[in-house]
T-cell receptor, first 109, second 113 residues
């Protein structure tokens, strides 16, 4: 079966750095997405990785290792507004989007 | 504002009612999606439309009936729902089907009593 694993919940301190991991087992791979979802709001696109390596976008970076079936989202200089759920999703060989259950990130002052 | 709107935002309905959820995208996208989001579970893809043609029905019970009159509008007609259908229903759109980033609406919080 196809599976995406992410931690259910993480806690971090304002101003710090946090890494949210995502591991996947899918039938083929055509890219990995990260989305952010604030409570009661729509998910919004953060990043897309299809090649190995690190993609940086301001305070957020996303890393992919296809050989390890692994990605992480790195958030730097955490702000209170970064409290949200972070969803990992993988496009398989049939371009089906397989979603993880999301990681709820709690930021403390 | 993501360019995707959904109405109503909240809906409470009895198991014998009939209601409809509406989604509209103002982005000129060609693909639209319905998802079900339940607490602590992955997003469940329900239906996919591309150029207003249904391209996926993910084994969704017939009490959920989608309608896509054009590329900008998507409806989800509901009838004789069950309490376990209570969830957040999200609509999304993308330029191309599946491969592109999706833009989500704010969702309809549905409670079936």
């Amino acid at each position: 079966g196809q599976n995406i694993d992410q931690p259910t919940e993480m806690t971090a301190t304002e101003g710090a750095i946090v890494q949210i991991n995502c591991t996947y087992q899918t039938s083929g791979f055509n890219g990995l997405f990260w989305y952010q979802q604030h409570a009661g709001e729509a998910p919004t696109f953060l990043s897309y990785n299809v090649l190995d390596g690190l993609e940086e976008k301001g305070r957020f970076s996303s890393f992919l290792s296809r050989s390890k079936g692994y990605s992480y989202l790195l958030l730097k200089e955490l702000q209170m507004k970064d409290s949200a759920s972070y969803l990992c999703a993988v496009l398989d060989s049939n371009y089906q989007l397989i979603w993880g259950a999301g990681t709820k990130l709690i930021i403390k002052p | 504002e993501t360019g995707v709107t959904q109405t109503p935002r909240h809906l409470v309905m009895g198991m014998t009612n009939k209601k409809s959820l509406k989604c509209e995208q103002h982005l000129g996208h060609n693909a639209m999606y319905w998802y079900k989001q339940s607490a602590k579970k992955p997003l469940e893809l329900m239906f996919v439309y591309n150029f207003k043609e249904q391209t996926e029905n993910n084994s969704v019970p017939s009490r959920f009936s989608p309608e896509c009159p054009n590329s900008s509008h998507l409806f989800l007609h509901l009838h004789t729902l069950q309490p376990e259908d209570s969830a957040l229903y999200l609509c999304a759109s993308s330029q191309g089907e599946r491969r592109d980033e999706q833009y989500f609406g704010p969702g309809t919080r549905l409670t079936v009593t």
